[in-house]
Structures are given as C-alpha cells and as structure tokens.
C-alpha cells in the first residue's frame, strides 16, 4: 500500500543535524501518524507521499522545510531577580515557560511554551524560544514500517 492522504503510516527514522551529527533516533520507538493531518514536518510529509510499506530512503531538507529559519526574536532575556532564588538553570537544558496573557502577542493563546537555557549569567538568564535545528538543512534516514487506512 502507497503513502496517501488519510493513510496511518508507522516509520522509523535518524535524524541528522546539517554537521552530520545524529540528533534524534525513533530506534526505540517508531512514530505514527495519519499522513496529510500535519503532524509530522511538511518537507517530510511531502517525501513520504507515493512511497511503499517497506520503503528505506535518505531524504535532506532545508530549513525552511524542516524547523524554520532561526529566529532572533525567539530569545527573550529574563532578570535574576524575577526567578526564584533557588531555582537551578543549567546551560542547554529545556524548561517550560508561562506565557502571560500581554506576552502571548495577538497570534498566540497564552499558555506554556518550552525554551532551552541559552546563557546564565548573575544578572540574567537567557532564554531561546527557536528549535535547536532551526536555521539547518536537516537529513532524515526513513524506513516505513507499515501503511494502512485508518480503523
């Protein structure tokens, strides 16, 4: 059976930085998802389309394709002094933010959103709000594991 629209598509993949390095692996865990409904990126979705049960192929995207380019307004600069005193920060590490209400912006609900830990410094924390591929070409390895319709 073909990849299409509406098709449940189970797959296993690599992900690879532009550097080459591998970044995420579905080894342990292969995803599924119903091809068309956007849960997986477009650039991926779109190379999926018309391949087979069993397939194995290497695909490259850009970033525009993949995670966007990097956005620099996606740092945001939080004072020492608004955090808790106590709160551990390591450099690199994700955390969830709050979004208040006059932060959200007009074209996003207010709510939680994940940030990785930029820089740490005595005054400030920075915070970066952009997918850490953002800005690379990225290459996927893919193996479909399995294409059926829906039940």
């Known amino acids: 059976m073909k990849i299409e629209a509406g ?12 550097d080459g390095e591998l970044f995420e692996s579905s080894e342990e865990e292969p995803i599924e998802f119903v091809q068309g409904d956007g849960d997986v990126l477009p650039g991926l979705e779109a190379a999926l389309v018309g391949r087979d049960e069993g397939a194995k192929f290497e695909v490259t995207l850009s970033a525009d394709e993949a995670f966007g380019d990097y956005n620099p307004e996606g740092l945001v600069t ?3 002094s608004e955090l808790p005193p106590d709160v551990e920060l390591t ?5 969830t933010v709050v979004v208040q209400d006059d932060e959200a912006g007009d074209d996003q609900e207010p709510g939680e959103m994940d940030m990785r830990i930029a820089e740490i410094s005595d005054e400030a924390v920075v915070l970066d709000a952009n997918h850490p591929l953002a800005g690379q070409s990225v290459k996927f390895q893919i193996e479909v594991l399995s294409v059926c319709d829906p039940d």
């Open 7 to 18: 098709k449940v598509v189970m797959l296993s993949y690599q992900l690879y930085a532009a």
């Open 78 to 80: 939080v004072p020492r």
């Open 91 to 95: 450099k690199d590490e994700w955390i």
